[in-house]
């Protein structure tokens, strides 16, 4: 024999000596050990292929048919588990608030590919069209959408309007009551509290700017609506921010109040000199109430100030400009 047959001989030889002793260490040794958390419950069966005498079994058979590398491959797998990927887990730092878990819903497809614009989908003539995406759009937050859902109210398709209608007053009463509510609310709270304040701003004005009362009632929840305004005004005054003034002005606007819009605008210059909402709640009232001395003078004062117009501003003055 040569000197390269001795040697691969003597390697065989290792590498079954080798797995004869890991084998008989599984099967004498480790085979015999339960696992930890299966010692009060050995009435159930233990799963398969879990620490038992079959892993060794297997391994031995690898080791034996890939000589070297078997035992290599087990023993850097060994010893890369037991210094390097078993640790202990530290949990000191681990937060597990419910509040941090956003739950992703699955999207309704199907849904989905049959909306479209309210607008568009009135002017169509399938009458079972109409419906599918009216029922679709009630499904859903309809709380931004009262002004599409109004137009379907002269929709020629009895049921479509039948069906606005009920949603639609529906969504307005329950906005009726929840505003009565929070004002009575107001009037019981301290002097120094504003949450209820902080709450209907935002809310009503989520419902006014669609514009889908009668035009009478529409004056009386804007004037209710600025009303809530005063009475955050002249509480913490200093909380008002620039776009509770923008809203309040616009509302206005809508009923044509130009005299107290005029006066939140003031207030809004007086604390926000600087925010273009204060110079466009001003532009938009003058233009509306065809005072053009006033228009050019808050326009010219834009103009010199330092803030950066956007392009509905920039359109109104170039056009008047």
Not at 117 to 139: C, F, G, Q, T, Y
Not at 251 to 266: H, I, K, S, T, Y
Request: net charge negative; with cysteine.
């Amino acid at each position: 024999m040569t000197m390269k047959e001795i040697f691969f001989c003597c390697i065989l030889l290792a590498n079954t000596v080798v797995s004869v002793i890991y084998l008989l260490f599984g099967l004498l040794v480790a085979g015999r050990q339960e696992p930890e958390d299966d010692k009060g419950e050995k009435e159930q069966e233990e799963p398969p292929m879990r620490d038992g005498k079959a892993v060794y079994i297997m391994n031995f058979v690898v080791m034996l048919l890939c000589p070297v590398v078997g035992p290599i491959f087990f023993g850097v797998g060994h010893l890369m588990f037991r210094f390097v990927f078993r640790q202990d887990v530290h949990l000191e730092d681990v937060i597990f608030s419910k509040e941090r878990v956003k739950t992703n819903e699955r999207a309704d497809e199907e849904r989905e590919r049959n909306m479209a614009p309210l607008e568009e989908a009135i002017a169509v003539s399938d009458k079972e069209s109409l419906r599918s995406l009216m029922l679709n759009v009630i499904r859903g937050d309809i709380h931004n959408s009262l002004a599409a859902i109004s137009l379907a109210l002269n929709s020629q398709d009895s049921e479509t309007s039948h069906y606005a209608a009920s949603v639609l007053q529906d969504e307005l009463n329950g906005f009726r009551g929840n505003v009565q509510k929070v004002w009575r609310e107001i009037e019981e709270e301290a002097e120094e509290e504003t949450d209820c304040e902080f709450y209907l701003i935002p809310y009503m004005n989520s419902v006014l700017e669609q514009k889908v009362f009668t035009e009478m009632e529409q004056k009386n929840m804007v004037s209710k609506f600025a009303e809530v305004g005063e009475v955050l005004y002249r509480k913490n005054p200093h909380r008002f921010t620039s776009q509770y003034y923008e809203w309040i002005c616009l509302r206005l606007l809508d009923v044509r109040d130009f005299e107290a819009m005029e006066r939140w605008c003031d207030r809004a210059m007086a604390q926000y000199p600087e925010e273009l909402s204060s110079y466009t709640c001003k532009l938009k009232l003058y233009f509306t109430a065809q005072e053009k001395e006033k228009f050019f003078k808050t326009m010219d004062a834009l103009k010199q100030s330092s803030i950066v117009i956007d392009r509905e501003t920039l359109a109104l003055i170039r056009t008047f400009g």
